[in-house]
T-cell receptor, first 113, second 112 residues
Framework: DVKVTQSSRYLVKRTGEKVFLECVQD?????MFWYRQDPGLGLRLIYF???????EKGDIPEGYSVSREKKERFSLILESASTNQTSMYLC????????????FGSGTRLTVV | GNSVTQMEGPVTLSEEAFLTINCTYT??????LFWYVQYPGEGLQLLLK?????DKGSNKGFEATYRKETTSFHLEKGSVQVSDSAVYFC???????????FGKGTRLHILP
């Protein structure tokens, strides 16, 4: 069964910490995406990548960066975590630009205290 | 630009009731249309999709028909179960677009 795996389901971090959220897919997909999900705001795209070492800003990139050193792994980095980054983070991948849909991971619920 | 509008929730129904969640879209080109479902504490799962006008996507008793004339893709189920309680997202992607555009989601509660 094809999968997108996010390394942590729940994470608690302190304000100012550097936080890494990891996402790995086993489907040889070119494209990977990071979203955050907040009540009333739906899904908001943070960053995406169409190829190894490529990255593009989404709608809300401020306070985040990403890394894609290998095709299967796409990491989201919070350089200095803040309480307003408390959220559910969802990783997704797709073989194309979205025409056939995305496969999502189970999500990481991050709490910054 | 491209956009998706779906009915706001929460929607509360009794078990075995008929379900409709409305979704309309605005898009250039010829979009693919999707419904995703998110169960509590989980990520999104693709529920069904349709890639051209008049196509009907179906899965797990849910159906949605791609209506180009009304730019709609309403989700329906004839008899809902408690286990259908979840958040449902309508979404689209076009040939030219880079990414899927999601609606804001509709929370569904089914009462036993």
């Amino acid at each position: 069964d094809v999968k997108v795996t996010q390394s942590s389901r729940y994470l608690v971090k302190r304000t100012g910490e550097k936080v890494f959220l990891e996402c790995v897919q086993d489907m040889d997909h070119e494209n990977m995406f990071w979203y955050r999900q907040d009540p009333g705001l739906g899904l908001r795209l943070i960053y995406f990548s169409y190829d190894v070492k490529m990255k593009e800003k989404g709608d809300i990139p401020e306070g985040y960066s990403v890394s894609r050193e290998k095709k299967e792994r796409f990491s989201l980095i919070l350089e200095s975590a803040s309480t307003n980054q408390t959220s559910m983070y969802l990783c997704a991948s797709s073989p194309d630009r979205g025409y056939y849909g995305y496969t999502f991971g189970s999500g990481t619920r991050l709490t910054v205290v | 630009g491209n956009s998706v509008t779906q009915m706001e929730g929460p929607v509360t129904l009794s078990e075995e009731a008929f379900l409709t969640i409305n979704c309309t879209y605005t898009a250039t080109g010829y979009p693919s249309l999707f419904w995703y479902v998110q169960y509590p504490g989980e990520g999104l799962q693709l529920l069904l999709k349709a890639t051209k006008a008049d196509d009907k996507g179906s899965n797990k008793g849910f159906e949605a028909t791609y209506r180009k004339e009304t730019t709609s893709f309403h989700l329906e189920k004839g008899s809902v179960q408690v286990s259908d309680s979840a958040v449902y997202f309508c979404a689209l992607s076009t040939n030219r677009d880079d990414k899927i555009i999601f609606g804001k989601g509709t929370r569904l509660h089914i009462l036993p």
